[in-house]
């Protein structure tokens, strides 16, 4: 019988989320839906005329800007910012066909984190379904620079992310986080990261139309050297672990969850798609390989959170 850690993932109900966006504060609903096999992650966007433009599929070749935030062009003139929480959420929780709605031009930031979507996924569970799991397996090193900032896939029996950041900031410093990911791992160390900015940027983003509806709800506000959020931080280094947090999110936009390692120090959205990009430069890079194939006791899909229902398997959706 196949281990069923080896099956695709969906999730096991509709799942409906409000807030608004962190840049535009524009209100925003968003929608997640069990998708078919090999579906992967799709998104489409509903106009108020209720227009339907997409579903197109979340990947890297349709990112159109990486200012702050990772955006996604639908067509017709038409995208969707701020998908990197959403899809971090699917992609940590180990979910591979997912189908997200979303009726704005922004996906909501909720807390600033993933810990919303988290939740609500582990509150309706998951669905296995009737295929294989497929993985991109890095083959050989690839390495993207900008300035002194660079990001790097490589060659690792697992799924491991080694970031680091460094910041001219007394509260957040040079920070780094080795994470070697499992479901478990990411609800528990990487979910609940928000976030974050500097109050001295404040004045300028707003005025070239960013950060217009971040506040103390929904990021850590930095202002010289103290945290102005009245509970403090969620982690002792919660800034790089919403930077890891982001870089799941991201990473999840080559198609197939990544089977390799990923190193980046002062990394972010812009050198993360450049680094996918970098790896499917040259078909020698990578191999598409299934779950079964893998080195003999790599099972990180059987470390799931405690109490999350995963359910084999609903046939209407693969």
């Not at 609940?192 to 971040?214: C, E, H, N, P, W």
């Amino acid at each position: 019988m196949q281990n069923l850690s080896a099956r695709q993932r969906t999730v096991g109900g509709v799942l409906e989320f409000s807030g608004f966006g962190v840049h535009s504060a524009l209100p925003v609903t968003l929608t997640i839906e069990p998708a078919p096999v090999d579906s992967g992650y799709r998104i489409q966007r509903k106009l108020e005329n209720g227009t339907i433009v997409g579903p197109v599929a979340v990947h890297f070749a349709r990112v159109t800007r990486t200012t702050l935030c990772t955006t996604i062009d639908l067509g017709d003139s038409v995208s969707v910012a701020t998908v990197e929480h959403v899809i971090s959420a699917l992609s940590g929780l180990g979910v591979d066909n997912a189908l997200i709605t979303v009726n704005g031009p922004e996906c909501p930031i909720i807390d600033g984190s993933a810990a919303p979507f988290v939740e609500g996924i582990l509150k309706v569970g998951l669905e296995i379904q009737g295929k294989s799991r497929r993985y991109i397996k890095v083959m050989r090193q690839v390495l993207v620079r900008n300035n002194d900032a660079s990001a790097a896939l490589e060659p690792y029996n697992g799924r491991l992310l080694d970031l680091e950041i460094d910041f001219d900031s007394k509260v957040i410093g040079r920070q780094r986080m080795i994470f070697d990911w499992t479901p478990r791992k990411y609800v528990a160390d990487v979910s609940r990261a928000r976030t974050f900015g500097f109050v001295r940027d404040a004045k300028i983003l707003r005025q070239a139309g960013y950060a217009l509806g971040s506040s103390l709800d929904n990021s850590i506000t930095v202002h010289e050297d103290r945290i102005l959020n009245p509970g403090g931080l969620r982690y002792d280094d919660e800034f790089v672990r919403h930077k890891l947090l982001d870089a799941i999110g991201d990473l999840a936009l080559c198609g197939l969850p990544i089977y390799g390692r990923f190193r980046s120090y002062k990394g972010g959205h812009g050198l993360n798609a450049l680094v996918l990009q970098g790896l499917f430069a040259s078909s020698a890079n990578y191999e598409i390989v299934y779950a079964e194939d893998l080195p003999l006791g790599y099972d990180a899909l059987s470390d799931m959170p405690d109490g999350v229902e995963v359910r084999p398997y609903l046939r209407s959706v693969g």
